[in-house]
Each structure stands twice: as structure tokens, then as C-alpha cells.
């Protein structure tokens, strides 16, 4: 079959320099591939003038859904997408990281957009900033989605991860994505493509794939335009230089090389769950994937008394592992991506064996299981020593991107650390250690060069998630050799897509921007208690004042006497007297906010279904017997849940004092039902 780029809203073929995609495992070919005669400045035309105003249209919340429709959707296909993995010498786990984990980045991205971000267009970032005396003119921060297209550049190695961890904070922050997966295993990202078109979900420019080169695609790039890639450091370098994106300023986050350290604590000796848990680790990033992933564990890094033992668990796990078609149930490792991918490996094997001597595997050709080994890209796992640290550069500095380990013994934790900073810059490190002391030592030294840190022992062990398995919730990229990027972390990867800009001016303007209500901004007058209102009904600034209650002796004791809190401030008048921010009794922090309570809330049934929550709870000025405190109550932010039936309201709460001082503050979360009043 001919793979087919999609472009403007077209499938499209190449009809000159077709290259042929092969079977990682027999060599025979799956596919070819061209990108000639796509037109990559219509392209980013179409994401700019279709794609982004149709998602930019729809609120965080309604970009969720589509998400979330599209994860489900793909789930349906996921059969077809394993069988076709296979071909990228994928085995069945193998697939189920890259398959299974892509689907699944796109249901946590879906939640998170749902909980995490507001049901509008403008994502508000902190709080607001005081910038004059009286409160008039103020200054707020706001993120919006920049108006270009996402660039995805993808490796070999994940064809469909590598594209959904990309596409869907891209999507959810409304940007249209340029889809450009490594050719060698496109075959496989097309076909998830074609599965998102056909589906429907997504509006019209959302997504384009190029399956072939980028032609001169990056000379239409601009400001609003984003670059995110993932491959070797020296393609994402020339990348960075190009003309374009240095004259725009073209956001060019990239994820590359990286020498990846596990270090086993010194206390991790022969018979410790630790020890165990290390060279499990170990064994399972040389063989998943063959060894080709970019977190995989390059320096195993292990005190100088457990060499020996490490290495013979190693040896003996290693042997255990079959090597062949990866279709087959009892092969554990199939062959690298292709012929080429291996000689790559090999070259840069042989430059590691300047420094560190096979102790096992050959480097060459594996024993192979249902498979010919002429045929296929197989390789045996290698594992190497290095026995003098002292001037070692090579690794450091070399990766050979496959199913090969060195074993870099070490002194003392400090040594450990400088071993591991050595790789310039990773994406990841791991420790495995049963003493927090050691473990909180290597943490902060390996910090400053690694994106992510795990530290696995036996209390954890059942539910990490491993070394080389970067999760959507947590930042994924590194410093130095490693692209100097971030993707993921949750939100953060939606904020990649987004401008933050500062706004100034007055508290009504500020409103008016963000959809949400800050002090100083018009407070209305709703003509009701706005608990009667439903949400719908509800404005931003819909205020209620209330009437006045004295705080007296009673009230403090005898909220004492209930909550169990006898603590000396609201009890001993001599005591009290000798703490310097009181002088005297005081009510309870937690007795004002329920006394507010009292004094705002509208106890009849209505669309009021529930608090759930107090946030920024501030007491700012102690309350004492004799006190008259009221409340006013701002409706500060609504956020419809349309699925539900109701919307969260946010309300602003203000307690003060009988001289005006304020005395709490916090924010009042609700549960509002969109109906007057809800269906018992």
C-alpha cells in the first residue's frame, strides 16, 4: 500500500520518490512513502484559517469532550492497530505501551480538562496584582491559544503514543496540529489517522499528517506557530537554526538523546527487595522496544561492593528473555525498527566497547525464535562493564540507541551523582533504595539534569509505573542533551500552545476579560437571594449583603464545648492577653467562617445543591467578644458541567467587622443546578 498524507482537508499521495517501508521482522515491505507535491504552505493556511478558528470556537470544557470522544473511538480500532504494530517489531506489551498508553493520554488530558480548567475560552493564570493604592488599576495574567499551527515531529519509535501525547494538550488548548510521525513505522501512524478523519469527532483542520519529508514547510512558519519534536539531538539542532524560526521567535520544544542512569543505593545488597527490583528494571528497559526508547536505562549505576552480584542477576534475568517474531506469545523481544536502526546501534556499540568490555550478549546477531535472522533486524541484549570510571567519556557521551547497558560501578553516593550528571542532561533518572536519606541526597543531586526522577522501593514497587514510562499528569523532557523541552505535566503541556499575557487596567475591565468577578468590579444587585437563582440565571457579580451578628462570650464557649477546641486564645482571658497578636480573647477562625455560614445562606430547597468546598481561607484580623461581623457574598465564577445537569459557582466571601476591616476571606464553591428547582 501507498501511504497518504492529509493535507487541506485531502488525502494525498506522493507521485515521485517513493520509499519503501519494511517489515522490522521479515523484511518484507509494508508500505511506501512520498510527501512530493504536497503544498506545506496550504497547509498551515488550512490550521490557521480552519482548524484553529473552529476549535477556538469551543470552550476547554467542549475540546474535553472531543478528546474524550476520540479516546473511546480509537479504542474500537485497537486490534487493527497491535496487528499492524507487529511490523514495527513491536511484541504485544511492546504495542500495548505505544497503543493502549496513546489512548489513554488522551482520556487523562480529557479529565483534566474537564476538572482543571475553566468551561470558557480564557485560562486565568493566579491571582490578580495589586498595582495602585486604591484598588483601581490592577493587573491580571491570562493564557489564550496562540493562532498558528502545532508542528508534531515525531520518532520511530512510539508512532501512535508519540502522536496522541502531542495532539491532545495541543487540542485541548486549541491549536490545530501538523502531524509529521518518523517515515520508517508511518504506516501505522496513518492508520490512526485515518481512523480520527473518519470518525467525524474532531472539526475540519484539527489534524493534517505529512507522511514523507517536510519540504519547505518550515519556511512559512511564524509566531503563532509552534515546533514540537522528538529525535536526535542533532536534527532537533538544525531544526532550532533554521532562518524561520530564529526571525519569528518560533516556540521549538524538543525532546532528544539521553543518557539515561538508574543508581542502586549502597544499601541495596544481595537479597534485598531492592537489588531484585534494580536489575528487573534494568533487564525490562534493555528489552522493551528492543531497547529503543528514549528513557530507556543506558548507565546502570551500582556501588562498587555489588558489582558482582548485580551482574550475575543480570546475566541470569537476560537469559531468560527470548528474542524473535514479536508475534509470537513467548517472545519477549522482537527486532529494532530496521536494518539501518541496527547497523546505527553497532556503530555506536563499538565505540562503547573503548571503554567497557561485553559481559554479555555479543552485539551481533541473537538467537532467534520464529524468525530468520538474516531477514529481520535482531539483536541480541548486550550488556557492558566499565572498570575504570575515572576517564571514561565515551559513556557519557555515546548512545547506542538498542538493547545495550553499561554498568558503571561507584564509591560513595556522591560519586553516584557525579556519574550520572556526567550524560550532560536526561530525561530521566531512577534510584532504587530502601533509606530516604539516600534517596532524598540523590534526588537533589540528579535534579538540575534530569526532567524526572522515580524512586522505587519495596513499599512502592507493586505501583510505580517503572523508569522509562513518562506519565501525562508529570513533565516529560530534560535539560542539556536532551532537548532542553517539556511536554505533558498535565496542564503545563497545554500551556505550551497558549500566550500568557498581562492585562491592566480596572477591576471592571479585568472582570470583563476573565469572566470572573475580582473586588473593586460592579457588584449587582440579583433582586433575589442568588441561591434562588439557578445557574443559568446567575451573573458574574450577583452580590449578596448580609444583616449583622455580634460575637459574643456564649457563642465562643459554647462552640468550644462542640468542635472540642479548648485552645487558650479563645479561653483564658489572662493568657490571652500575653500572646502579642491577640491581646486578649478571641472567637475561632473556624467559628467565624460557620457563623458566616449563618448569615448568608438561604436555607430553603432550591437550585443550591451542595458546598463542596472552601479555597484561599485567609482569618486577616482576630475577632473578639463584642464584634459585629457581616458577609457579602459575590457570585466570582461559574463553570457549566452540561453533562450534569448543573454548574460549580465560585462565590467571592468577605467577612467583616463593625468597623469595616475584614476580618476572613476565602472562596465559597457550590454545586448550582441548572433548573429553579431541582427534581426531588
Not at 3 to 32: E, I, M, P, Y
Request: proline share 5%; hydrophobic share 40%.
Amino acid at each position: 500500500m501507498q501511504l497518504q498524507s492529509f493535507a487541506a482537508g485531502k488525502w494525498q499521495a506522493g507521485t515521485r520518490n517513493l520509499v519503501a517501508l519494511r517489515d522490522a521482522t521479515t523484511g518484507a515491505v509494508v508500505a511506501s512513502s512520498s510527501a512530493d507535491g504536497l503544498d506545506y504552505r496550504a497547509m498551515l493556511e488550512h490550521a490557521r484559517k480552519v482548524g484553529g478558528p473552529n476549535l477556538r470556537k469551543l470552550t476547554f470544557h467542549e475540546r474535553a469532550g472531543l478528546i474524550k470522544a476520540l479516546a473511546k473511538r480509537l479504542g474500537d480500532y485497537k486490534e487493527e492497530f497491535y496487528n499492524l504494530s507487529y511490523a514495527t517489531g513491536a511484541t504485544k506489551s511492546d504495542s500495548w505501551i505505544d497503543i493502549d498508553g496513546g489512548v489513554s493520554t488522551l482520556f487523562v488530558y480529557a479529565s483534566k480538562g474537564t476538572r482543571e480548567l475553566p468551561n470558557s475560552h480564557v485560562y486565568v493564570d493566579g491571582n490578580v496584582e495589586a498595582l495602585s493604592k486604591t484598588g483601581t488599576f490592577i493587573g491580571q495574567h491570562i493564557y489564550l491559544p496562540l493562532e498558528g499551527a502545532a508542528v508534531h515531529i515525531n520518532a520511530f519509535n512510539f508512532p501512535v503514543w508519540g502522536m496522541l501525547e502531542k495532539l491532545a494538550p495541543a487540542l485541548l488548548a486549541g491549536v490545530p496540529s501538523i502531524v509529521k510521525p518518523a517515515t520508517a513505522t508511518s504506516y501505522l501512524t496513518e492508520q490512526v489517522v485515518r481512523r480520527i478523519i473518519e470518525s467525524g469527532i474532531l472539526p475540519e483542520g484539527a489534524v493534517q499528517l505529512i507522511c514523507g519529508g517536510v519540504g519547505d514547510l518550515f519556511d512559512h512558519l511564524d509566531c503563532q506557530d509552534v515546533v514540537s519534536f522528538t529525535g536526535s539531538a542533532s536534527t532537533a539542532q538544525k531544526l532550532r537554526q533554521h532562518p524561520a524560526i530564529i526571525a519569528n521567535s518560533v516556540r521549538f520544544t524538543a525532546e532528544t538523546d539521553s543518557l539515561n542512569s538508574s543508581v542502586l543505593g549502597p544499601d541495596a545488597v544481595a537479597g534485598t527487595p531492592e537489588l531484585d527490583l534494580f536489575v528487573r528494571e534494568v533487564v525490562r528497559e534493555m528489552t522493551a522496544k528492543a531497547g529503543q526508547k528514549c528513557t530507556a536505562i543506558r548507565k546502570a549505576i551500582v556501588p562498587q561492593a555489588q558489582v558482582a552480584d548485580v551482574l550475575d542477576a543480570l546475566r541470569a534475568a537476560l537469559g531468560k528473555v527470548t528474542v524473535g517474531d514479536p508475534r509470537l506469545e513467548q517472545v519477549k523481544m522482537g527486532p529494532l525498527a530496521s536494518l539501518g536502526q541496527r547497523r546505527e546501534v553497532r556503530e555506536q556499540l563499538s565505540k562503547l566497547q573503548r571503554e567497557a568490555e561485553i559481559v554479555y550478549g555479543s552485539g551481533r546477531d541473537a538467537e532467534v525464535t520464529g524468525a530468520d535472522a538474516e531477514k529481520g533486524a535482531f539483536m541480541a541484549p548486550t550488556l557492558l562493564l566499565c572498570r575504570d570510571t575515572s576517564s571514561a567519556r565515551e559513556i557519557h557521551s555515546v548512545e547506542a540507541f538498542g538493547p545495550v547497558c553499561t554498568v558503571v560501578p561507584y564509591n560513595d553516593v556522591d560519586s553516584a551523582i557525579t556519574l550520572a550528571r556526567r550524560g550532560g542532561g536526561s530525561l530521566v533518572g531512577s534510584v532504587f533504595t530502601a533509606d530516604d536519606t539516600v534517596a532524598a541526597r540523590l534526588v537533589l543531586g540528579l535534579a538540575p539534569f534530569h526532567g524526572r526522577v522515580l524512586v522505587v522501593n519495596r513499599q512502592c514497587a507493586k505501583e510505580s509505573t517503572g523508569h522509562g514510562s513518562p506519565l501525562p499528569h508529570l513533565v516529560h523532557g530534560g535539560p542539556g542533551r536532551a532537548g532542553g523541552g517539556e511536554e505533558l505535566g498535565g496542564v503545563r503541556g497545554v500551556l505550551h500552545y497558549m500566550q500568557r499575557t498581562a492585562v491592566q487596567g480596572t477591576p471592571s475591565v479585568i472582570a470583563a476579560v476573565t469572566g470572573r468577578w475580582v473586588k473593586g468590579a460592579p457588584q449587582l444587585d440579583p433582586g433575589v437571594h442568588p441561591f434562588r437563582k439557578p445557574f443559568g440565571a446567575l451573573q458574574i457579580g450577583d452580590t449578596f449583603n448580609s444583616g449583622e451578628r455580634e460575637v459574643t462570650i456564649g457563642d465562643i464557649e459554647r462552640f468550644a464545648e462542640i468542635s472540642g477546641d479548648k485552645f487558650y486564645a479563645h479561653m483564658d482571658e489572662e493568657a490571652a492577653r500575653r500572646n502579642p497578636l491577640f491581646g486578649g480573647r478571641v472567637a475561632h477562625g473556624y467559628f467565624l467562617v460557620s457563623a458566616a455560614a449563618g448569615l448568608f445562606v438561604d436555607p430553603p430547597y432550591g437550585p443550591v445543591l451542595a458546598n463542596y468546598g472552601i479555597d484561599g481561607l485567609r482569618f486577616t484580623k482576630p475577632v473578639k467578644p463584642g464584634d459585629r461581623i457581616k458577609v457579602r457574598l459575590t457570585c466570582k465564577e461559574k463553570t457549566l458541567r452540561a453533562d450534569k445537569g448543573f454548574g460549580e459557582v465560585r462565590w467571592d466571601t468577605e467577612v467583616t467587622n463593625q468597623n469595616g476591616e475584614v476580618v476572613a476571606s476565602y472562596d465559597v464553591l457550590t454545586m448550582v443546578s441548572e433548573k429553579s428547582i431541582p427534581d426531588a
